[in-house]
């Protein structure tokens, strides 16, 4: 992983501090102009040093030597910022800001089959609890909506404690009858054009629609609005196929989740495999692909000293 370019910029530890600069300006201003009614003994001492070359020498050093000073007492740095891109593989990583994942999660009464492990529900809430967990260690928000006939919120996970809440709530819950898969999408799509930071959609389903909004629209919708959709089928439901089909047609990725026993294992992977797909997604679409990571460097005050000192020792050639 290379960064793409650099940029630079100065910055200062106690900006308030440069005020010293005029200040310092003013004073010497004033002392230059009292000793001009010293003007024939100063030109006798500087016409020693050589002339008016020396003494322009001289008084550009007495101005310049206490301004630098005073610029080094306002601890400058050079800031460098180096863009890093943020990909499939360092998202997990890279210091990124936060995102938020919308769940979708299907509550109707076919996910009460037993196809998956333990059921159609029970492995489709494993698996949103296992994503939410990943999304919580790394502080990103989780919010999942039960959907039948219509959509309804059923828990938000932005820490440890709300996500022990939402592991409470998603173990009890009652199906319905309908599956308004489209609803949900459509319902998840304004969710996320509202929110203020990246967010993605993951639809949890078995994939029988059999009511509300045709899911063609709602997919095509939501991949117009550039809001990335993930699908997640569980179980072996023949009816899926035309929602499968539709994802496929628009770009949608689709995940078969089957498993008959508790491989512990393999759901891990997936959700982690989900939870990457969705962060990256939500970062690609709100165009947040670098990371701009600043370096101080305070090596500037060394400089800044270096050229003060000469200036200083040439200023007390003579005095004012």
Known sequence: MSPLNRMTSIGFDHPLALVLVPAIATVLTLLLYRSRRRSSELSSKLGGLGGWKVARALLIAKFIAPMLLAVAVAQPYTVTYTYTPVTMDNILSVNITNAKIIILLDISTSMGKTDAYPTRIGSAVDLVLRI???????????EVYGFSSNVKPLCIATNTSSLETCSSV??????????????????????????????????VTDGAANYGSPVEDAVKAVVAGNIPLLAILVGSDPRASSFEETCKRYGVQVIRVGMLTNEVEALNYIAEKLYVEARY????????????????????????????????????????
Request: no cysteine.
């Open 170 to 203: 998603l173990s009890k819950l009652e199906l319905e009858k309908y599956s308004a898969i489209g609803d949900a999408i459509y319902f998840g799509f304004s969710k996320a054009k509202t929110s203020p930071i990246p967010t993605a959609l993951l639809v």
């Open 281 to 320: 997604g939500a970062f690609k679409a709100s165009g947040q692909l670098y990371i701009e990571t600043p370096v101080k460097d305070y090596s500037i005050q060394l400089y800044i000293l270096l050229a003060a000192l000469p200036l200083t020792i040439l200023s007390l050639a003579e005095g004012l």
């Open 132 to 142: 939410a967990r990943k999304a919580v260690e790394r502080r990103d928000a989780v």
